[in-house]
């Protein structure tokens, strides 16, 4: 693909990213969904968790997507049966997987996340696919990518896996190291995403950048300090990655200098800072609405 002519000029501010914050009310059970991994290895080559599902979105997703095996699912004897689960146990009984009820306090047990709405699967974990696949486009749009640098926290990696896949984001890059993985957490937030949506691993970020950069597609990346708003990205209908940091450290120093353009989100209030899931939204919501208005 040709790059034009016009290439940005690179600006290469430091990040200030928001802070975690916490909530006493679901300490335990996170800890829990801590203690649960430390025994499990996310350091397979293609090995991205999510095998283990909550939430009546996540697993009827899981069920309808169909691309990988369901051992079994298990229901509260106690839940409501709202017309989902009553979709889920159809597609089960369909699709021959197995399930069991039990009482809430037992499921309650189970679960590693603070709301599993009753229902909780078990399945194959999620496979990375090889980065190249992420270029696929079969509706012969240009290209657009999200990689997110250094993003920890499992809650706002499900929440942007969601928006990305709702937004028609081409495919995400995960480093595959420093890296939130498909925790039960981070499956609950993306309510399905991750059976649609393409995620790829990739050895280093700043190297990955760099060899898109050179490959003629453009790299920009979300940093507060830029001088350039989004609202000023000028390849936004070209084939494009976005570059997104981790919260309270932001783009690492060698990303942001191979990246082709830095933008940031006008901001208004007094808060000086978005959570890298909102800043996520707002920024494919922008390019999609610039490729709709120019194309």
């Known amino acids: 693909m040709n790059r034009r002519d016009n290439r940005p000029n690179r600006h290469r501010q430091n990040h200030s990213a928001p802070r975690k914050s916490g909530n006493r009310e679901t300490h335990s059970r996170t800890q829990r969904e801590r203690n649960s991994n430390r025994g499990k290895s996310f350091q397979g080559k293609d090995n991205l968790g999510g095998d283990h599902v909550e939430g009546r979105q996540a697993v009827r997703e899981l069920l309808l997507g169909g691309k990988r095996r369901v051992h079994r699912v298990v229901i509260s004897e106690d839940v409501d049966n709202t017309a989902i689960l009553a979709e889920i146990s159809d597609i089960c009984h369909d699709r021959r997987v197995p399930v069991q009820q039990i009482s ?51 809650r706002n990696l499900g929440a942007i896996l969601r928006t990305c896949e709702v937004l028609g984001v081409d495919g995400v890059v995960l480093p595959r190291h420093r890296a939130a993985r498909l925790t039960p957490s981070a499956v609950k937030a993306a309510a399905g995403a991750i059976e649609h949506l393409p995620i790829a691993l990739v050895s280093g970020l700043p190297a990955t950048v760099k060899q898109v950069s050179e490959s003629g597609m453009w790299v920009v990346g979300l940093d507060s300090d830029a001088k350039d708003s989004i609202h000023d990205l000028r390849v936004a209908t070209e084939p494009l990655m976005v570059v997104l940091g981790a919260e309270g450290e932001g783009l690492s120093h060698l990303t942001k200098q191979r990246c082709d353009q830095l933008v940031s989100i006008p901001q208004i209030g007094q808060v000086s800072s978005l959570n890298v899931a909102n800043a996520t939204a707002i920024t494919i919501y922008e390019i999609n609405r610039r490729r709709k208005m120019e194309g």
Do not use: C, M, W
């Open 104 to 154: 809430r306090r037992k499921l309650d047990e189970y679960a590693l996340t603070e709301s599993h709405q009753g229902v909780i699967a078990q399945a194959d974990h999620i496979r990375a696919v090889e980065f190249d696949q992420l270029f696929v486009n079969e509706q012969k749009t240009p290209p657009l990518i999200v990689a997110l640098d250094g993003v920890t926290d499992p």
